[in-house]
């Protein structure tokens, strides 16, 4: 991957990716991001008097075939991400690429014939079923809304679909009531499935289930990848699910993408330390890795994405945080050693084999000294 600090001219990026051939180009590309939700005040007369800042600039791309890993503490923007991806949201600013066409501005019927290749899967089986309908109807809307099917070979797809996810095709008429969770879960990837797309994103599908569930539910979305060449993002708080299923994982942190790499070479040299403390607060399986492990404790609570800090969003919490860190945003580049597919936004990148000691980060005085010495920094000790 080039570095991401480097300029890009969207129109030139454009042209190239759509010269490019289409197994050749990613299947979709996150370029610069940003989603703000706006807080209003008022009952009759509304007026805007901040917004969440809940994605801010992300850029990424997913290849084809492949498996992205989206991790980060609750509140970082993941689920916003992928809602913008899907165009659940739209987007305060940015592009989204799908397939070599840029899906940001369509409208609603412009989209209609897109959707059909991206898919989402909810991370509530219980909420994101309707109670009143029937399984068949559930799993057939996507069939019924874009024309593929009707009457009679709708009814034969849709009991084909369950068998394919591992349920009863003759519960067809049952309601989601009468499932348990997990089975409710293969009800959403049973409809995510119907229109037989190329990208699906998992919203955490497997964190409101049981364990044991789980490992049923990620080897059933594995099994559907090899067998319908599907490309996923997939989104989750359990570090080893993802190490698990993922071929890259990228890292947020309060709406920014923080470091992404290969699987293998994230997880066994982290190079930016909100990486390395969310690593260390996995659970390790092995008792006498578990004994020997180094826990990295984070002080501090997560800023609010409505004022986040200047600089670098993780100082007020990082232990290796110095007075530029405050002052300047890190660029996600590859840090020195790093292979170059593996980008890091941090000005002290964790070395190989260093242990960080979890401290509360003070350089705030230091800080303003350095915003005041320095001649790039405006007002307000922003960058």
Known sequence: MADAAA????????????????????????????????????????????SVQAVEGVSLEVRRGETLGLVGETGCGKSTLARCITRLHPLTSGRVIFDGVDISRLSARQLRTHRRRMQMIFQDPFGSLNPRRRVGSIIGDPLAIHGVADGGERKRRVQELMEVVGLNPEHYNRFPSEFSGGQRQRI????????????????????????SVQAQIINLLEDLQGEF????????????????????????????????????????????????????????????????????????????????????????????????CSVEEPPLRIQAGDSAGHVTACHFPVAPGEQLVGAAPAISAAATAFAADSPDIGEGGRA
């Open 7 to 50: 300029p890009v001219n969207p129109a030139s990026a454009e042209q190239s990716l759509a010269a490019a051939p289409a197994e050749d180009r990613p299947l979709l590309q996150v370029e610069d991001v940003v989603k703000h939700f706006p807080i209003k005040r008022g009952i009759f007369f509304k007026r805007q008097i901040g």
């Open 188 to 211: 959403g990837v049973a409809r995510a499935l119907a229109l037989r797309p190329s990208l699906i994103v998992c919203d955490e599908p497997v964190s409101a289930l049981d364990v």
């Open 229 to 324: 060449h599907l490309t996923y993002v997939f989104i989750a708080h359990d570090l080893a699910v993802v190490e698990h299923v993922s071929d890259r994982v990228a890292v947020m942190y309060l709406g920014k993408i923080v470091e992404m790499a290969e699987t293998a070479e994230l997880f066994g040299s982290p190079r930016h330390p909100y990486t390395a403390a969310l690593l260390s607060a996995s659970m390790v399986a092995d008792p006498e890795k578990a004994r020997s492990s180094h826990r990295v404790v984070l002080y501090g609570e997560v800023p609010s994405p409505i004022n986040p800090p200047s600089g670098c969003r993780f100082h007020t919490r990082c232990p290796k945080a110095q007075p530029l």
